[in-house]
């Protein structure tokens, strides 16, 4: 697991970020998002295949709840990245409290293509972070960057 900070981005609230969505966010943890970046511009999580969560028997593609799930969890993570960016100046502690309070509004997801291969990428930025809700962009590519899904959401923040 890569986690890549940028002057804006301590590497204690990183780690901290990672520890929180990969192990103490359980759904994710049971999925098996790995976050392979969390900056405040742009925030990006891997899945491996596995035969627990094919959709299709006959193709062995991926759930679509399973993508969903991904761009969600990939959507709050850029929230995330982004509002402890936004308070660099704050403490570890305090930046992470903030996240209690954090839920999706709105979700829409387009399926474009089957999800069928060995790992897919998730990758999500902030459109906007007010101080009450924040909307993300995300897409759910395949291993060779060909786009399976987009996605669009709405998070509360406070």
């Not at 409290?97 to 998730?122: C, M, N, S």
Request: glycine share 8%.
């Amino acid at each position: 697991m890569t986690v890549a900070t940028d002057d804006r981005h301590d590497e204690e609230f990183a780690g901290e970020l990672v520890r929180l969505f990969e192990q103490r966010i359980t759904f994710n943890h049971t999925l098996g998002l790995k976050v392979a970046h969390a900056g405040a511009d742009e925030a990006r999580c891997l899945l491996q295949m596995r035969p627990d969560l094919v959709g299709h028997f006959g193709y062995d593609r991926l759930h679509g709840g399973v993508i969903s799930a991904m761009l969600d969890a990939t959507g709050g993570l850029a929230v995330m990245a982004a509002m402890g960016a936004r308070h660099r100046d704050r403490s570890v502690q305090w930046r992470l409290q903030r996240f209690a309070k954090l839920g999706t509004i709105d979700l829409r997801v387009d399926y474009l293509r089957p999800a069928v291969g060995p790992r897919f990428v998730a990758r999500a930025e902030v459109t906007r972070l007010g101080a009450r809700v924040a909307t993300t962009r995300m897409t759910f590519s395949a291993e060779d960057d060909t786009v399976l899904s987009t996605g669009a959401a709405a998070y509360i923040v406070s």
